[in-house]
């Protein structure tokens, strides 16, 4: 395959709140550490009134707020403006693309970059397909949320593929440019250890939550209107559990990746309307604190009433031979105690202790992967106590531990949007999404959501700075299983 070299990104939403705290200061990471192309120019648009300066005084000074201070340096800064320009376009006028195609040669390497709302990226389409944007040399890349529903992610991919093929659509997960959810993969396919145990003979349980501190962060409109299911669950936790539960794939590549992916995203069992009381539970946080600081109920944030739910908890079964019997506990919440991304791999019992005899106990192994803020890879296992015990013989839980902050100390953290970045730069969609992922997200999530609203589900209040509705807790309970917090 030869890679077309891109001469120009071109970011839509480039005045957004993600263009300023994570596009720009991701490209300019990748600038000072010498990974863009020597010539790249970025181009960004939106219908603010700027000029070219007025736009690079403002992408210098997101620089200065979003970049970690130790980072940020003063005429890199300046240097990685000089790349920038501007040129301001209501996306719905059609007309006014002809200003872009002016400032921009396809035929020299084009990608781009949506950072809009998804109701603009039809307009958006056919007007950079009206300009001569959409050529053989152009690569697109589309943040979330990719619909609502899998109806309108589905309109959404038609009005895509009519003019960018799915070898040039690259859609975002940001989770999927985290270098811990990389790690997985590094972990169960560069080892011999996990993979003979990592099947229903030898795992009891999975567990995946994504537990965040923040509330509303100044999108109550988008996210009242779609809730924790389909902010999060319907992308980022199904990934993960895709990456978890997938076969070997053949290859590091993105055919055999997503391959591997979406067979198992096509397995997750439906959760029927009967099977809703016990696989699950929706919340909303009520008035609380995380710490000290006090936190107000979702729905005075919000400024009205609202029946959204800000947590959910979801059992779930992947049905193939590999998984059979095998629960994935799904939970994600906001206003929750702690920011933890984690993946729990809850091993089964030894078939006998030979301990057992001699009054020791002992406990099965389990994994934690963690994926943020901590970036730990920690198997627990059994150990003898020190001592010289005549009765019998003591076991504890120690814990092997990989702290991978401290094991690669020398090695930047990058925000995950500069792996993406690169990647579309460079034209590998393997840590992107393909279009028949998405739908069988969708396909899963619309289930649940149809099923929920049959039986009348509604959300539980929770406090603010607590792990969730006590019903979540129950969820597992019923199974025997802690969530481990
Ligand atoms: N912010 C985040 O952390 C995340 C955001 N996303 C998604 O990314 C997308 C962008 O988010 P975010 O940056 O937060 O949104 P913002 O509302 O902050 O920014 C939207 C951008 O779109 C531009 N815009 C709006 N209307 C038009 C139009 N008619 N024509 C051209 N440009 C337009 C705005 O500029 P102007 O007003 O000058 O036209 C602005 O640059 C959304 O779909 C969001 O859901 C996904 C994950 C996280
Ligand atoms: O996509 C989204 O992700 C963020 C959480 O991302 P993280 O990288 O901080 O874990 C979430 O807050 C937001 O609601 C959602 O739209």
């Keep these: 395959m030869t890679i077309q070299k891109v001469s120009t990104l071109l970011l839509f939403g480039a005045t957004g709140d993600l263009s300023h705290r994570m596009l720009l200061p991701s490209l300019y990471g990748l ?27 403002s992408a210098v000074a997101a620089l200065r707020e979003h ?27 059609k ?13 020299d390497g084009l990608a781009i970059f949506l950072s809009t709302a998804p109701s603009l990226f039809e307009p958006t389409i056919q007007g950079l397909a009206s300009a001569g944007l959409a050529g053989d040399e152009v690569r697109l890349a589309l943040e979330k949320p990719l619909g609502s529903n899998l109806a309108s992610s589905r309109e959404i991919n038609d009005a895509v593929a009519a003019e960018f093929p799915e070898e040039r659509t690259f859609r975002i997960d940001h989770y999927l440019g985290k270098e811990t959810v990389q790690n997985l993969l590094a ?13 229903s003979a030898h795992i009891d349980h999975v567990q995946i939550s994504v537990a965040e501190t923040v509330g509303l962060e100044g999108r109550s409109d988008y996210y009242d209107g779609s809730g924790a299911l389909r902010d999060m669950v319907q992308n980022h936790m199904l990934q993960l559990l895709a990456l978890v539960a997938m076969e070997p794939p053949a290859d590091f590549d993105a055919t055999s990746i997503r391959d591997e992916k ?16 016990n696989h699950v539970v929706t919340g909303q946080f009520g008035a609380g604190a995380i710490g000290d600081q006090p936190v107000k109920a979702y729905a005075e ?28 506990y799904l939970r994600t919440g906001k206003r929750m105690p702690a920011r933890k991304t984690e993946i729990f791999i809850q091993f089964k019992c ?12 002992t406990r099965p192994n389990k994994l934690v992967i963690s994926i943020q803020p901590e970036e730990n890879i920690r198997l627990m296992v059994m150990a003898k106590t020190p001592g010289l015990d005549r009765e019998g013989i003591r076991l504890r839980e120690v814990p092997l531990d990989v702290g991978l902050r401290d094991a690669f100390a020398d090695t930047r953290r990058r925000i995950a949007y500069e792996r993406l970045l690169l990647d579309l730069i460079d034209g590998d969609p393997t840590l992107f999404v393909r279009r028949d992922e998405v739908e069988a997200q969708w396909q899963w999530i619309d289930g649940v959501r149809a099923s929920w609203e049959q ?22 309970e019923r199974d025997g299983v802690q969530w481990h917090d």
Excluded: C, M
């Design 187 to 199: 972990l169960r396919f560069a080892n011999v250890a996990f993979e003979p145990l990592w099947n």
């Design 31 to 57: 600038d000072v550490d010498g990974l863009l192309p020597e010539k790249l120019k970025i181009v960004g648009t939106a219908r603010s009134e700027l000029d070219d300066d007025s736009f690079r005084a």
């Design 350 to 361: 030894i078939p006998h202790s030979i301990f057992a005899k001699r009054g020791a106990k």
């Design 455 to 476: 039986t009348g589900l509604e959300p539980k209040v929770y406090g603010a700075g607590s792990w969730g509705p006590s019903a979540a807790i129950a969820l597992t």
């Design 262 to 277: 979406v067979k198992v995203l096509r397995s997750l069992r439906p959760i029927g309307p009967d099977d809703v009381p």
């Design 95 to 107: 007309p006014g693309f002809a200003k872009l195609a002016e400032r921009i040669d396809p035929a």
């Design 301 to 328: 944030e919000l400024g009205r009433t609202s029946q959204t739910e800000t947590f959910v908890a979801l059992k779930a079964h992947v049905e193939n031979w590999r998984w059979a019997g095998v629960p994935f």
């Design 67 to 93: 970049v970690p201070t130790d980072f940020f340096d003063h005429s890199r800064a300046d240097q990685f403006a000089a790349r920038l320009s501007y040129v301001q376009l209501d996306a719905k006028d």
